[in-house]
C-alpha cells in the first residue's frame, strides 16, 4: 500500500526567506513519481513539481526545489524567496509509474503555509 | 488552453437529497478523474476513467455514488442519496494518458444539511 505523510499541519515564513515543508512516503513500488501541489484559498490544486523515483537529481523549477532523499524515503519541497502569494495549503503526493498500475494520486493530509509580510 | 470546467461551483443540500456534478476535462484527454476531498485532507480518488471506460472505482461507495462518462469527454458524478459525511469538495482532474500530469478544475463544493 502506499502512504503519504506530512507532519507539520502549518508552517509560518517570513517574506523573502526559504521554506522547507516536509513530506514522507511509503510505497512497494520499485517504480514512482512525486508530486507536489499548491492548494490557494480558490480550491483549484496547482501542480508544482515532480521527481521521479529513477531520477538521479533533484527537480527544480523556478523558486521550488524537491530535496528527494530515496534512502530516507523523503521529498521534501524547498520553496526559496517566498512570497506573499505563496500562502496556501500545500499536498505532498505520489503514485506508481508501471504501465499496468492505477495512475491515481495518492495524497498527504498537506501544510498550511503562511507568507508574513 | 481552456483548463478542467467544473459545475457547480457550491450546492447546498439536505441529507436524503440527491445531487450531480458535472465535469468538463481538457479537450483531447483520455483519463478523467473524481476525487473527493473531505475538509482538512488530501484529495481521495472516487473514479478513474480511460476514455468512457472505469479503470479504478475501487473507493467509490458504489450504493450511494455514481459515476459516467458518456462518448469519452464529459463526466457526471451523481450522490443518491447524500448522507451528512458527503460534505466535501468534489475535485475533477484530467491527464493526456493516465501517467501524465493531472491537470484540476476549481471543484465543487458540496454541503449536506
Known amino acids: 500500500a502506499q502512504k503519504i505523510t506530512q507532519t507539520q499541519p502549518g508552517m509560518f515564513v517570513q517574506e523573502k526567506e526559504a521554506v522547507t515543508l516536509d513530506c514522507t512516503y511509503d510505497t512497494s513500488d520499485p517504480s514512482y513519481g512525486l508530486f507536489w501541489y499548491k492548494q490557494p484559498s480558490s480550491g483549484e490544486m496547482i501542480f508544482l513539481i515532480y521527481q521521479g523515483s529513477y531520477d538521479q537529481q533533484n527537480a527544480t523549477e523556478g523558486r521550488y526545489s524537491l530535496n528527494f532523499q530515496k534512502a530516507r524515503k523523503s521529498a521534501n519541497l524547498v520553496i526559496s524567496a517566498s512570497q506573499l502569494g505563496d500562502s496556501a495549503m500545500y499536498f505532498c503526493?505520489?503514485?506508481?509509474?508501471?504501465?499496468?498500475?492505477?495512475?491515481?494520486?495518492?495524497f498527504g493530509s498537506g501544510t498550511r503555509l503562511l507568507v508574513r509580510p | 488552453e481552456a483548463g478542467v470546467a467544473q459545475s457547480p461551483r457550491y450546492k447546498i443540500i439536505e441529507k436524503r437529497q440527491s445531487v450531480a456534478f458535472w465535469c468538463n476535462p481538457i479537450s483531447g484527454h483520455a483519463t478523467l478523474y473524481w476525487y473527493q476531498q473531505i475538509l482538512g485532507q488530501g484529495p481521495k480518488l472516487l473514479i478513474q476513467f480511460q476514455n468512457n471506460g472505469v479503470v479504478d472505482d475501487s473507493q467509490l461507495p458504489k450504493d450511494r455514488f455514481s459515476a459516467e462518462r458518456l462518448k469519452g469527454v464529459d463526466s457526471t458524478l451523481k450522490i443518491q442519496p447524500a448522507k451528512l459525511e458527503d460534505s466535501a469538495v468534489y475535485l475533477c482532474a484530467s491527464s493526456s494518458e493516465g501517467y501524465n500530469e493531472q491537470f484540476f478544475g476549481p471543484g465543487t463544493r458540496l454541503t449536506v444539511l
Open positions: 503526493a505520489m503514485r506508481g509509474l508501471r504501465m499496468d498500475s492505477s495512475y491515481k494520486l495518492i
